[in-house]
T-cell receptor, first 114, second 110 residues
Framework: DVKVTQSSRYLVKRTGEKVFLECVQD?????MFWYRQDPGLGLRLIYF???????EKGDIPEGYSVSREKKERFSLILESASTNQTSMYLC?????????????FGPGTRLTVL | SQQGEEDPQALSIQEGENATMNCSYK?????LQWYRQNSGRGLVHLIL?????REKHSGRLRVTLDTSKKSSSLLITASRAADTASYFC??????????FGQGTRLTINP
């Protein structure tokens, strides 16, 4: 079974803090994704990566950056957290570059920015 | 931009009944997928149907795809309390990206 893990289930940070959300997948998937999920807005893609050190902006990249130094790990960085970044963050991975096949999701990190 | 839109937004039925959820989309697709999300958790993939397929089954799940109407439906037969969850359709946006709808919240009453 594919396993996607996220570093924290719940996280509370203060405005202006730098926040790191980590995601690890154990199935040698090429693609990794970061989404945020908000009530009434569904899932929105922040960034994705199809290879080590490669990244592409999704629909809402503002205020976020990402890092993929190893194939299995994809980090989401909030350079200076703001209250409007309070949300559920979901990481996902999929097998092949260029494919829109099944995505495997982690359990999510619920981030609260005070 | 949203591609898939689920209907209804919420559905409440009795255990043992069938549940039907619909998804409409705007542009042509290569495939359409359905996912389930239990409260506060990540999404779990249920089924993928390709644009050249019309119907697909997996256990108690039946998915149909009508590309002429740009719509899909997910049928859960003989519902159980454990089926209580939100259900999302996702369509491919090309370049390995999926676009998710806002989901149907399904409640199964005992």
């Amino acid at each position: 079974d594919v396993k996607v893990t996220q570093s924290s289930r719940y996280l509370v940070k203060r405005t202006g803090e730098k926040v790191f959300l980590e995601c690890v997948q154990d199935m040698d998937h090429e693609n990794m994704f970061w989404y945020r999920q908000d009530p009434g807005l569904g899932l929105r893609l922040i960034y994705f990566s199809y290879d080590v050190k490669m990244k592409e902006k999704g629909d809402i990249p503002e205020g976020y950056s990402v890092s993929r130094e190893k194939k299995e790990r994809f980090s989401l960085i909030l350079e200076s957290a703001s209250t409007n970044q309070t949300s559920m963050y979901l990481c996902a991975s999929s097998l092949f570059r260029g494919s829109t096949d099944t995505q495997y999701f982690g359990p999510g990190t619920r981030l609260t920015v005070l | 931009s949203q591609q898939g839109e689920e209907d209804p937004q919420a559905l409440s039925i009795q255990e043992g009944e069938n549940a039907t959820m619909n998804c409409s989309y705007k542009t042509s697709i290569n495939n359409l997928q359905w996912y389930r999300q239990n409260s506060g958790r990540g999404l779990v993939h249920l089924i993928l149907i390709r644009s050249n397929e019309r119907e697909k089954h997996s256990g108690r799940l039946r998915v149909t795809l009508d590309t002429s109407k740009k719509s899909s439906s997910l049928l859960i037969t003989a519902s159980r309390a454990a089926d209580t969850a939100s259900y999302f359709c996702a369509t491919d946006k090309g370049a390995q990206k999926l676009v998710f709808g806002q989901g149907t919240r399904l409640t199964i009453n005992p």
